[in-house]
């Protein structure tokens, strides 16, 4: 069992997805992106502890991720732990909502126009966990330092979180074929050359 920001995980077999580091090479090579698409990822909200009306936001926010979960909206699942103290690496009052690729777009969405006063650290979830939370993530809302040196450099497995879902890294979808990439490439491409500025 792996912790991961404070959750007990199961993990893969999988290395997981790795960057193309300094070889340029690999960042137009299809195989290589595909083979190393995050495929799940964190969404932190947090909330100043000394602040009532936060943490009421930050618990209606939450209830609302939850209603539209019901509906069909989006997948996403928010802990059920509400953290009102520091813990970890985040350094205020917090909870934790896993999104995987397949709500990505919708969830992050939603949270842009719907924060409020709040913030959301987004970040990956991949074995190298220090990146995740420092070069490779994201702010919606005012940013909060992340207490970097509390997080591991490196995992020994990409973490799962909610296998049973099966979405995410534990997606048995079949995936496009190469084929079929290529023929949506090649139609985007023709459309594209009809729009104006485009390139």
């Known amino acids: 069992m792996v912790t991961r920001c404070g959750t007990n995980l199961q993990s893969t077999p ?3 997805p790795i960057s193309a580091g300094s070889d340029v090479s690999k960042l137009s090579d299809p195989e290589f ?3 190393n698409e995050v495929k799940e990822w964190h969404f932190h909200i947090y909330f100043n502890t000394t602040s009532p009306s936060q943490h009421a936001a930050a618990l209606a926010l939450r209830n ?3 209603a539209l979960r019901k509906a069909g909206v989006f ?3 928010p802990l059920s ?3 009102t103290a520091p813990i970890g690496p985040h350094p205020a009052g917090s909870y934790e909502i896993w999104v995987p690729r397949e709500s990505f777009a919708a969830v992050f969405s939603f949270l842009a126009l719907n924060h409020g006063s709040l913030s959301v650290l987004v970040h990956p979830l991949t074995r190298e966990e220090r990146k995740d939370h420092s070069s490779r993530k994201a702010w919606i809302g005012e940013p909060w330092p992340v207490l970097l040196e509390v997080l591991p450099d490196v995992l020994d497995d990409v973490p799962l979180q ?5 979405l995410g890294y534990s997606s048995t979808a079949p995936e496009l074929s ?3 990439r290529e023929r949506m490439g090649e139609e985007l491409e023709k459309k594209v050359k009809n729009e104006e500025g485009a390139i």
């Open 14 to 16: 999988s290395t997981g």
């Open 33 to 35: 992106v595909l083979r």
């Open 64 to 66: 609302a991720v939850l």
């Open 75 to 77: 997948a996403a699942v």
């Open 81 to 83: 732990r509400v953290n």
């Open 162 to 166: 909610y296998p049973s879902l099966g």
């Open 178 to 180: 190469k084929e079929e």
